[in-house]
């Protein structure tokens, strides 16, 4: 029977089918090869070791292949890790529940895709939307299966839209409270990570195998202004909502240590980085605790500064 990660607990022996999300081939202390690998399945990862690895094991393990792996479920560092004591490929005619193994966002790209849309269709500022509309018709493919990141928030297959289908139902809100140009928030919202579609390499499972030379020496915030400025130039947009969304793409992560030259200078491209910061972390805190016993912590979180998040004990 298989064992989602999600069920792992500290002692147990498991045995069943993962997807390989990452993997690296290390040497040890006592230079020895070994694979360090992330398995997943559609309930979370679980960091993995394959020991003393020989060239054909090697060559066995691919990024985005399917295993068979019985092993430990031990605690490292405060980690749990997995540790194999048998695995394989996956062989051919081998019966797998595709959709138990691909961790994906909760709702299908094509609907996510589709409200975006009708969003962009019912705006008032006719260059804004003709430059949003351009935008989805270029990326449509990637879009539908693209994550937002290749390890922390919404590092899942369609991760990237839903990202941008919750910033959109937080934004429409507060922008309705703070009377703040929606127009000009939707675009931020859509375009702000728009060119990691190609700051990262992903395959259709929305596994990414690594970055881009443009991701790893600009990044997709550099990138993706001057993408924004290629399409305002080809559709005749005018120069200020170009220079306003391109502040909006510089200053979303606020800081110059995460990648931004400027701080927001208007309150529409202020509310983008908070509505990032919300999504993004709201995101990474229901992941750790969306399988936790209530009135437990959840393990030290990096993106949450390795905080231990809490859930609490709420009647339902």
């Known amino acids: 029977m298989q064992i989602l990660i999600r069920d792992f607990i ?21 230079n020895k090869k070994y694979l360090d690998l992330m398995l997943a399945d559609k309930s979370g990862e679980v960091n993995a070791k394959i020991w003393d690895v020989d060239q054909e094991i090697e060559q066995s393990y691919h990024l985005g292949d399917i295993i068979k792996v019985r092993g430990d479920v031990t605690l490292w560092m ?32 094509a609907d996510m895709l589709a409200f975006i849309e009708a969003k962009v269709s019912a705006l008032e500022d006719i260059e804004i939307k ?8 270029v990326n449509r493919e990637k879009l539908l299966y693209y994550p937002a990141a290749m390890r922390n928030h919404h590092a899942i297959r369609g991760g990237l839209l839903y990202h941008l289908y919750r910033m959109i139902e937080s934004g429409e809100a507060l922008c309705k409270i703070y009377q ?4 000009l928030v939707l675009a931020g919202i859509l375009l702000h990570d728009i060119d990691k579609l190609n700051e990262m390499e992903s395959n259709e499972l929305g596994i990414v195998s690594g970055y881009t030379t443009d991701g790893q ?8 202004v001057v993408a924004v400025d290629r399409w305002c130039e080809e559709l005749s947009i005018s120069h200020e909502i170009r220079r306003l969304i391109q502040h909006m793409i510089l200053s979303h ?4 240590e995460y990648g931004s030259p400027k701080k927001p200078h208007f309150a529409e491209a202020e509310l983008l980085h908070h509505l990032d910061m919300i999504d993004a972390r709201i995101y990474d805190i229901e992941k750790a ?15 949450l500064e390795r905080r231990r998040v809490y859930r609490p004990i709420l009647e339902e």
């Open 10 to 30: 500290t002692g147990d022996r498991i045995e069943g089918y993962y997807l390989i999300k990452a993997l690296n081939l290390k040497t040890s202390s006592n």
């Open 78 to 109: 405060d980690q749990m890790q997995l540790k194999v004591i048998r695995t394989r490929p996956l062989e051919y005619g081998e019966e797998v529940d595709y959709d138990s193994l691909i961790p994906s966002a909760p709702m299908k790209g």
């Open 130 to 137: 003709r430059l949003l509309e351009h935008v989805i018709s």
């Open 180 to 183: 703040l140009n929606w127009d």
């Open 217 to 224: 020496l600009l990044g997709h915030l550099v990138t993706g």
């Open 253 to 256: 992560h606020y800081e110059p």
């Open 289 to 303: 605790t969306n399988d936790l016993k209530p009135g437990t912590f959840s393990e030290p979180i990096f993106s």
